[in-house]
């Protein structure tokens, strides 16, 4: 065990040395600042519901809403969700609140596809930068089995996975608390749900929205992991993981008229079709989801520990 963390150890500073690890961290930093700019737009809006005459604005608004509908058919769509969604705020006697720092978190859980994209990049150069500088010889003639070795690169990419989730997570936070400032710490939020509106826990939907999406970074990082074993090549497993999960709903589209399309893996890593209780295919359920995306787990881990402990390397 004691190997093992070694090896684990020495896989984060290889990791953490390179100067591309950390210009992924700039670009993360960089992004949420310029997000939370175009934000204020967001907070300006906020702002007039603050007041303690909050009930007649809200009512005036919705005259305003039903004399827009009045006068423009194409305006209904939207203006008789927002009166609701107003109404339900009347009816129950809930303020609006301010736009804050956990909103801003929780409006841009779409930050975590760019933790899937740098995954991926570092998942398939792990083992293939190894055959690409040299290196492979120099770790397999330590007294440590490969098993060891494929498993410590392996567990780092998932260290990766979840530093990187966490500093987006923490400076969002902390971006979001500079920019609009903290309106508590047990914040609520009105939310168009399957029943219609609610008044739900924002750190609830934080969870829920990132936790979601964790699915489809595990199961992409592992893939790209095991394109990296199997071909040597960073730019092709990189190549292959970000097409495939940018093009992976089409590919399911493409199949939907197939019954059989329901065991493609794309099919079943999207986890809020059951939370929206509409699953793509008949007969699918969260057990079989997670059932289907265990086998591809086993078998991604298990080609890239045949192909990494059998190959051999002298010619390398």
């Known amino acids: 065990m004691s190997n093992f963390f070694q090896l684990l150890v020495n896989e984060q500073i290889k990791l953490y040395i390179r100067k591309s690890t950390w210009i992924m961290y700039i670009l993360i930093a960089v992004l949420v600042v310029g997000l939370a700019f175009l934000s204020n737009y967001s907070v300006e809006q906020a702002a007039k519901y603050q007041d303690d005459n909050w009930q007649e604005t809200l009512e005036q608004e ?49 930050l975590l596809s760019l933790v899937s994209l740098f995954t991926i990049i570092v998942a398939a150069g792990i083992i293939a930068n190894e055959f690409k500088w040299g290196t492979i010889k120099l770790l397999l003639i330590r007294p440590i089995t490969r098993t060891k070795i494929l498993a410590a690169k392996y567990v780092s990419v998932l260290l990766f996975a979840l530093f990187t989730l966490l500093f987006v997570l923490i400076f969002s936070w902390l971006a979001g608390a500079i920019f609009f400032g903290v309106n508590g710490m047990d914040p609520h939020i009105v939310l168009n749900e399957n029943d219609g509106f609610a008044h739900v826990s924002i750190i609830g939907q934080i969870i829920e929205g990132y936790g979601l999406q964790l699915v489809t970074l595990v199961m992409m990082a592992t893939f790209a992991f095991m394109i990296s074993a199997i071909f040597r090549q960073s730019s092709l497993a990189i190549g292959i993981a970000i097409f495939l999960m940018l093009s992976g709903n089409m590919i399911v589209s493409f199949f939907s008229e197939y019954n059989w399309a329901k065991y493609i893996l794309f099919a079943n890593t999207n986890m809020s079709q059951y939370i929206n209780g509409s699953p793509m295919f008949e007969g699918m359920s969260l057990g079989f989801s997670l059932a289907v995306l265990t086998v591809y787990y086993i078998v991604f881990l298990v080609l890239a520990w045949v192909f990494f402990t059998k190959r051999d390397v002298a010619g390398h």
């Open 62 to 110: 919705n005259a305003d809403l039903q004399k827009q509908m009045e006068e423009d058919d194409m305006m209904q769509g939207f203006n008789s969700t927002q009166l609701e969604k107003n109404n339900f705020y009347l009816e129950n006697n809930i303020q609006p609140r301010s736009y804050d720092t956990w909103q801003f978190v929780m409006e841009h859980d779409f």
